[in-house]
């Protein structure tokens, strides 16, 4: 990234832009869906830089049968409009709708969700961030070859893989990424 702005920032869903619900509770319902204001207004900043924000997000609640992979798709379209209506254009997300049990390649934290949408908009990951709340998220990016990787930890209790940062926000993210690249 060598003193540019990241080309790319590949964010998770839950826990990251909105709120993560809790242990075996998954979003249903686009009523179930609740964003984290503080997150919003960060990546608003980001509409002046020269950058694509992506959401890649594990949705295992389609694999488990509580959930059509159409509604699931249907509630991350939900969270496009949201976050347009508030000045965060999301290029383009991808959904793993599996269990672990599956073994497919998309599922966090396997990188194919990001090495997919590299492929898809000519991205080196090596411009990008990967934006998570879990290990999971972070061992995707890593994966995928995301150099830049920043883990949520509002409860200060994940043990993070080597070369990970950990922040308390989306905002701490947005500001450090404008302060070292401006």
């Given at each position: 990234?060598?003193?540019?702005?990241?080309?790319?920032?590949?964010?998770?869903?839950?826990?990251?832009?909105?709120?993560?619900?809790?242990?075996g509770e998954y979003v249903l319902r686009?009523?179930?869906?609740r964003f984290d204001e503080e997150a919003?207004?960060?990546?608003?900043?980001?509409?002046?830089?020269?950058?694509?924000?992506?959401?890649?997000?594990?949705?295992?609640?389609?694999?488990?049968?509580?959930?059509?992979?159409?509604?699931?798709?249907?509630?991350?379209?939900?969270?496009?409009?949201?976050?347009?209506?508030?000045?965060?254009?999301?290029?383009?997300?991808?959904?793993?709708?599996?269990?672990?049990?599956?073994?497919?390649?998309?599922?966090?934290?396997?990188?194919?969700?990001?090495?997919?949408?590299?492929?898809?908009?000519?991205?080196?990951?090596?411009?990008?961030?990967?934006?998570?709340?879990?290990?999971?998220?972070?061992?995707?990016?890593?994966?995928?070859?995301?150099?830049?990787?920043?883990?949520?930890?509002?409860?200060?209790?994940?043990?993070?893989?080597?070369?990970?940062?950990?922040?308390?926000?989306?905002?701490?993210?947005?500001?450090?990424l404008i302060a070292s690249y401006e």
């Amino acid at each position: 990234m060598s003193g540019a702005f990241p080309k790319a920032i590949f964010l998770d869903r839950d826990g990251v832009i909105t709120a993560k619900l809790g242990v075996g509770e998954y979003v249903l319902r686009k009523e179930d869906l609740r964003f984290d204001e503080e997150a919003v207004t960060a990546l608003a900043q980001l509409s002046s830089f020269d950058v694509q924000l992506f959401i890649v997000t594990n949705q295992s609640c389609v694999g488990r049968g509580m959930l059509t992979r159409e509604d699931a798709e249907q509630i991350q379209m939900q969270v496009h409009e949201q976050l347009a209506n508030a000045n965060v254009t999301i290029v383009d997300h991808r959904l793993c709708p599996h269990v672990t049990e599956d073994g497919c390649v998309c599922r966090k934290p396997q990188p194919g969700m990001i090495v997919d949408l590299c492929t898809t908009y000519g991205i080196d990951p090596s411009d990008a961030v990967m934006v998570g709340d879990s290990v999971h998220d972070a061992l995707a990016g890593l994966a995928a070859g995301v150099p830049r990787v920043f883990l949520i930890d509002k409860q200060g209790s994940l043990v993070t893989p080597q070369g990970v940062q950990v922040v308390s926000g989306v905002s701490d993210v947005i500001s450090f990424l404008i302060a070292s690249y401006e």
